[in-house]
C-alpha cells in the first residue's frame, strides 16, 4: 500500500472543521499520509444544496451545541464558542492558499491551525482585519503585506475556484475528506478513513 | 458503573437505522446495557426542523447512496436498496408497540429486525399489507390479528404519542440515542457511545 493524499477541505467558520483540523495530522504520523488543506466557502455549498449551518436548524440546534461541546472535552481542545458565528471566512482562506503560494505548505498549514485556534480556541473574529494581520505575523509574514495579498484578483480567483472545484467534487459540508479519490464527510468518520487506510479499502 | 438504558430511536425508512439496528446488541453484550427499541415517525421530525431524507439534498444524495453502500459492505448486511423509498413506515412502527404490549420486548424486537431485514436487505415494501402479515407470521403471530391489531385506536395512539415524546426530547433524526439520558445522533457515533459507557462519560 502506497502513501495515500488526503485532501482536506474545510471552513474556518465550521466547528466540526476545528476539531478535524486538530485529528488530521496524525494521518502524517501514522500512515506517512500527505494532508493537503483546502480552506472553501461552505456557504457556497449550501447555495446549491439548501443547506445551512447545524445550529440554525430547530433542535439540531440545542443537540450540536451539546454534541461541540462534549466533543471539544473529548478531544481536549481549548473552546470558546465565537460571538461572531457564523464568521465571513473569505480573508482567512484567501490567506491559506496565499502563504502556500509564496511562503510554502508548512506555512499555510501553520496559519491555518493557528486561525482555527484564535477562532473557536479563543473566541476571535477572525473575519477582523487586525485578528488576521496578527495571525499573519505569527508566522513571520509582515501584516500590511498579507492585507494586501488579500485584495490581489489572483487570490480572489484562487479561492473561488478551489470553492467551485469543491462543489463540482461533491463537497457538500465541512469538514469532507478525499483519501486518493474517496469521500468521507464529517468528522464522525475519521474512525472510518483509518480503517479505509489500514484495509486499503473495501 | 451500572448498568445502562439505551433509548434507540428510528424510523423502518432509515438506511443508517438499519446500520444501527444491526449493532446496537452488541452493547447489550458487552456491556450488559437494556436496549429498548423506539420506533417513531421521522417525517414528524422533519416538519419541526424543514430537515429532508439524506437523498433528497443535492450533493449530499450521491454521497449519501456511495456512503450506504460503502458502510453495508463494511458491516457485511444484505443490502438492496428498497424501490418504495421511502416507505410509509406507520404500520410496521405500530407492529412492534403492539407486539411489545402483548408478547413481550423479545418478539418485538425480533419483528422490527425481520422488517429492516426485509425493506433494506431484501427491498420489500414493508408498507404493503401482505409482507406486514409475512412479517407477523414469522414471529408466530396471526396475518389477520396483526392487520386488526395495527388499526386500533389504542396503538395509533400509542405512536403518535412515542412520536411526539421523541420531538420534545429533541429527537430530530434517526437513529438517535439516549444512554441514561444523554443524547447521540448518528449510527456514526456508536464508537463514542462505546467511549462514553467504557469511561462513564466525560
Redesign the interface.
Known sequence: MGAKLIEFYFDFASPFGYFAANQIDAFEKDYGCSVVWKPFLVGA?FK????KPLTE????A??SR??ME?MR??LGLPWQFPANFPVLTVGAARGVYWLEETKGEDTAKRFARDAYAAYFGRGQDISDAAVLGDLAEGVGVDRDAFAAALKEDAIKQRLKDETDGA?ER????SPFFFIDGE?F??Q??L??MR?WIERGG?
Chains 1, 2 share one sequence.
Open positions: 455549498a446549491v444544496t439548501g443547506g436548524w430547530p433542535l439540531k440545542e443537540y451539546h454534541d462534549r472535552r473529548y462543489i461533491g463537497v457538500f459540508g469521500p464527510w464529517g464522525d468518520r474512525w472510518m480503517e473495501w
